[in-house]
């Protein structure tokens, strides 16, 4: 069974950056895609950023476009979300996520932006 734990959440001020990692805890030899989504207050939880198994395809919703990069580490078992130019609209909970048919969750991690 696949475990995800997100890391990096907090408060940060409008502008700023932050990095969300996701380790993924699973079985070998399994390949299949790895995304970020979210949930903010009083909306329903978006896809952010969905990467294939060998990063040559990456989806990003269209308010994170040119601010936020997915990236995956196969060998560490780690997918990153890097977040720049961060906005008062990005506060939200972040989930990582796992398309393993049926997909797994972790957790979640509160991502706070101040303006």
């Known amino acids: 069974q696949v475990q995800l734990v997100e890391s990096g959440g907090g408060l940060v001020q409008a502008g700023d950056s932050l990095t969300l990692s996701c380790t993924v805890s699973?079985?070998?030899?399994?390949?299949?895609?790895l995304g970020w989504y979210r949930r903010a207050p009083g909306k329903e939880r978006e896809a952010v950023a969905i990467i294939s198994p060998t990063s040559d395809r990456i989806i990003y919703a269209d308010s994170v476009k040119g601010r936020f990069t997915i990236s995956r580490d196969n060998n560490k078992k780690t997918v990153t979300l890097q977040m720049n130019r961060l906005k008062a609209e990005d506060t939200a909970i972040y989930y990582c996520y796992a398309d393993t048919r049926p997909g797994a969750w972790g957790p979640g991690i509160q991502v706070t932006v101040s303006t």
């Open positions: 699973d079985r070998p030899g399994r390949v299949y895609d």
